[in-house]
């Protein structure tokens, strides 16, 4: 356990050593005091890392925080479209040797057209 200096005489944080490879290490800090295995330490970050990741590919490639509505169900709406969006790109991905990234740059024009006409999924609102 560790004190950092500026933070409140009360705030403590433990500090565990991770080794990452025989050449790398990391130092992951934590508030989480009953913390006490740096295994669990590292399945912990492990856990976490896919969500930034998620957060970072739903930012990055579904517009999901361009959003200039007011109202929640408005707001609720564009995420809910975004995650649609980023759960067929997933599945693409998964299905396919290409990264998110690179499905979600290829031409869609026709895809759409197709989907425009005769959509895969069916939104009812009541």
Known sequence: MIKIRGFPAHKKVKLFRVTVS?????FVVTNYLSQDSTQATREECRVRWKIEHFHRELKQLTGVEACQCRKGPIQRNHIHCAL????????????SPLTV?????????????QQLRSPALKFSFA
Do not use: C
């Open 22 to 26: 025989p050449h790398r290490t990391e």
């Open 84 to 95: 649609q969006v980023w759960n067929f790109l997933r599945r693409q991905a998964v299905n």
């Open 101 to 113: 990234y690179e499905i979600s740059h290829q031409p869609w024009s026709d895809f759409l057209h």
